[in-house]
């Protein structure tokens, strides 16, 4: 949020007094959301430098590697202000790119928020679900920029540390081998059930539970990234274009065949919604150790594990229930 000779003034031309009051209020706001969320606390140990300089400037406390991820969010391409609030979207913004941590098994440290915007939107709102999302993961934004824009644009990248784990290592997509078991940390098909419950008109239930809230607000797996990582698991990626599409990514990158017996699906939605729907941010999990994933996760409290089936050693071959999985998932086209 150094930002005003990067863009045009959020509130149009000569009005840069508005755009300084709208970073102002925002540092406040991540500043006590890293005051009440993070580990840092809500300001910035001796050295180090937040919100108000050219840049910002963090110690690590740990040695190990840093993992970083960065996304997009763009009205009419990801979200449907119609069926979105503005807290929503920065809430969303923010957690996809930790999601992205949490496959990887990282922790959350740090994070940048870019936000392209018309003239007239609420920052105030979107930013206060920004920071709903910093405060829940522990992760202190340290800086973005604002722009205008014809459509609302927020870009968000995250900084994560591997230092809790065994040697540092982060989780990868490549590294499941044949035999290893798959597991999926939750039902699925929530988000997309929950979309096409918006776009039927129903009224937004914002309980944990509701779907719309799932599509509205998908949570990274932080915690399970981590203990996965921690228990031997052999692969992870995060589900964000389906389950269909994703257990691909991670059968192509690992070079293995994988064989679902189950596709878990959340009540409500439907089994397509479950294979294909996408944004559940759930995290698929490969490992040759099962018993002792399954065992962290009930020792730590966590929802139980779903056990989705095997990786096999036929490259390319998916199969649900002994029947080839079609592909699909989301893939954007240029
Ligand atoms: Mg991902």
């Known amino acids: 949020m150094d930002s005003p000779n990067s863009g045009d003034s959020v509130a149009g031309g000569g009005r840069r007094g508005d755009e300084f009051a709208v970073i102002e209020r925002l540092r406040a706001r991540f500043e006590a959301a890293a005051a009440a969320g993070s580990a840092a606390g809500g300001s910035p140990p001796p050295g180090d430098l937040w919100i108000g300089d050219d840049a910002a400037v963090v110690t690590l406390a740990t040695s190990g590697p840093a993992v970083l991820a960065t996304d997009l969010v763009v009205e009419g ?12 979207v920065g809430y969303k913004a923010l957690m996809v790119s930790l999601s992205d941590l949490a496959a990887m098994g990282a922790r959350p440290l740090y994070g940048l928020v870019s936000i392209a915007a018309p003239v007239g939107t609420d920052l105030d709102l979107l930013g206060a679900g920004v920071a ?14 604002l722009s205008g824009s014809p459509v609302l644009a927020v870009s968000t990248t995250v900084l994560g540390s591997l230092g809790a784990g065994p040697g540092g290592t982060a989780l990868l997509r490549s590294g499941a081998g044949p035999g290893d078991r798959l597991f999926v940390t939750g039902a699925l098909g929530g988000s997309a059930a929950g979309l096409r419950q918006l776009r039927e008109g129903r009224p937004y239930d914002p309980s944990p539970l509701g779907l719309p809230h799932r599509y509205r607000r998908p949570v990274a797996r932080i915690v399970e990234g981590e203990l996965a990582r921690a228990s031997g ?6 589900i ?10 991670l059968a192509e990158a690992s070079g293995v065949g994988v064989a679902l017996d189950r596709v878990p699906v959340v009540a409500g939605a439907t089994p397509e919604e479950a294979l294909a729907g996408g944004e559940d941010y759930e995290l698929i999990i490969a490992t040759g150790e099962p ?9 730590a409290g966590m929802r139980p594990l779903v056990d989705l089936g095997h990786c096999t050693e036929r490259p390319g071959e998916c199969t649900l229930g002994g029947r080839p999985l079609a592909p699909g998932g989301w893939r954007h086209a240029f």
């Open 132 to 145: 709903e999302a910093a405060e829940e993961a522990g992760c202190v934004v340290v800086g973005g920029d």
């Open 291 to 299: 018993d002792r994933l399954v065992e962290a996760f009930e020792a």
């Open 233 to 238: 698991a052999t692969a992870a990626i995060d």
């Open 77 to 88: 391409v990801h979200v449907d202000l119609g069926l979105c609030a503005l807290d929503d």
């Open 240 to 249: 964000s274009d389906g389950l269909g599409a994703d257990v691909r990514h």
